[in-house]
Nanobody, 124 residues
Framework: QVTLTESGGGSVKAGTSLRLSCEAS????????AAWYRQVHGSEREGVAAIDADGRTTYAASVQGRFTISKDDARNTLYLHMNLLKSEDTATYYC??????????????????WGMGTLVTISS
């Protein structure tokens, strides 16, 4: 079975930084598309950032320049470095992976596997 486990969420002040992690089991990020999505309670899920197996990245316009997606293939762990956080970034963040090595962009929602999410709350 495939398991994706997020960690690193919490409550922080606007303007600060936070790093989310996603540890995978049953799938290798070295062979797979991986991405982060977020969802505000009562709203639609939205893509945040995606990274191909070869390391190429794409970002949603709302986080471009502030967030960085990366991975450590040796540790089979995906990361989302979030900087200059805003209240609008408050959401539950989900890690996702797909058997395809090439991502289909941050607006694709048919990923094969999903984590349970980690809550990020930004206060001002």
């Amino acid at each position: 079975q495939v398991t994706l486990t997020e960690s690193g969420g919490g409550s922080v002040k606007a303007g600060t930084s936070l790093r989310l992690s996603c540890e995978a089991s049953g799938i290798r990020f070295s062979d797979s598309c991986a991405a982060w999505y977020r969802q505000v309670h009562g709203s639609e899920r939205e893509g945040v950032a995606a990274i191909d197996a070869d390391g190429r990245t794409t970002y949603a316009a709302s986080v471009q320049g502030r967030f960085t997606i990366s991975k450590d293939d040796a540790r089979n762990t995906l990361y989302l470095h979030m900087n200059l956080l805003k209240s609008e970034d408050t959401a539950t963040y989900y890690c996702a992976a797909d058997r395809a090595p090439w991502c289909r962009g941050v607006y694709y929602y048919g990923m094969d596997y999903w984590g349970m999410g980690t809550l990020v709350t930004i206060s001002s």
